[in-house]
Every structure is written in C-alpha cells, then in structure tokens.
C-alpha cells in the first residue's frame, strides 16, 4: 500500500522560510515522481511543483519559481520543498502526492492525475 506523510509546515512572518517534508512508503521516489500541491480556504487545489522519477530539474508553477526548491533524499525515501520568501498568498494546507511513472507533457500538474496523496501539512504565512 502507498502511503505518503508531509511534515515541516507552520507559522512564519512575511519572507520567512519552510522546509516540508514528504515520506514515501510502499513505493519509492526513484522509480515515480512526486508532486507538491497547495490549496488555501475556498480555492481550488493548485500545482506547485514536480520532481519525475529520474530526478531530474524540477519543474514549477509560476507563481512559485525562483522561491520553493524540490529535493529529494533517494535513501530515505523523502522529498522536500524549501520554500523561501515566504508570502502571505502562499498560505495554504500543502499536499505531496504520486501517480504515473511517466507523465506526458504537463500532465504532472493536474491534481487529478495523481493516485495516491498525503494528509496535508498547513502553513500560514502572516504579514
């Protein structure tokens, strides 16, 4: 059975930073991509970011880039999300998920396309 678990999230100040964790079991991160998804009270959930399978150079919502970094820890089975410059518009409970080995084109961004998701972790970024 696949079960992920983020952790890291929190409270921080306008332009603070956050680290959150996602844990894989049951399938491992070298051999399928992971996802980061976020969706804040009454908005639907939105793409983040995407690390595939080789480990190659993530990709990113606009919105995001330049400030969140996707990692991964192959032995542990863990990706992260740096996430700097924090703003209050990132508030919002974050997801990671997993699906496909392969996603064509930029499937890897919409959440239905993901089987298997983690319970979420809430951070609140206040101004």
């Known amino acids: 059975q696949v079960q992920l678990a983020e952790s890291g999230g929190g409270s921080v100040q306008d332009g603070g930073s956050l680290r959150l964790s996602c844990t894989t079991s049951?399938?491992?991160?070298?051999?399928?991509?992971t996802g980061w998804f976020r969706q804040a009270p009454g908005k639907e959930r939105e793409f983040v970011g995407y690390i595939s399978w080789t480990g190659g150079t993530p990709n990113y919502a606009d919105s995001v880039k330049g400030r969140f970094t996707i990692s991964r820890d192959n032995a542990k089975d863990t990706v992260y999300l740096q996430m700097n410059s924090l703003q209050p518009e990132d508030t919002a409970v974050y997801y990671c998920?997993?699906?496909?080995?392969?996603?064509?084109?930029?499937?890897?961004?919409?959440?239905?396309?993901?089987?298997?998701w983690g319970q979420g972790t809430q951070v609140t970024v206040s101004s």
């Open positions: 049951g399938r491992t991160v070298s051999t399928y991509g």
């Open positions: 998920a997993t699906g496909p080995r392969v996603y064509y084109g930029t499937l890897y961004s919409i959440p239905s396309r993901y089987d298997y």
